[in-house]
């Protein structure tokens, strides 16, 4: 057995999401840190329900978009800033359309195993 290259292990990290416009760009999984501040910034606890804590998440957006999308969009990079502030071979949150910005939080989210039916996907897999 042989450890896996730093090329692998990214490889399997990364992947290319085609959204609403056509575009299509590259995303990372959500890395831990990133998904313990997202918990932090929402305030959710394991005890919650699944409505307290999607109204914890619609109360928190904002923050959760501005710390997720920049770290997880790989490909174009995404910055936070105004439209037009972004440098040549970047994007500001602020020029993504509306459906693709919702695109690209959902499949990393998806991606990154974090929404219900990834959690229930790979908890089935563990009893198996």
Known sequence: METTSVKEYLAKQRKLVELPSGFVFEIRKMPPMIYAKMRELVGARPSDTEEETEEKVQGSLQEIMELVIPQCVVKPKIVIGDAGDAG????????????????????????????????????????E
């Open 88 to 127: 040549d071979d970047e994007l500001s949150m602020d020029d993504l359309e509306m459906d693709d910005f919702l695109a690209l939080l959902e499949e990393i989210s998806e991606f990154s195993g974090i929404i219900k039916e990834s959690i229930e996907e790979r908890e089935s897999f563990r009893e």
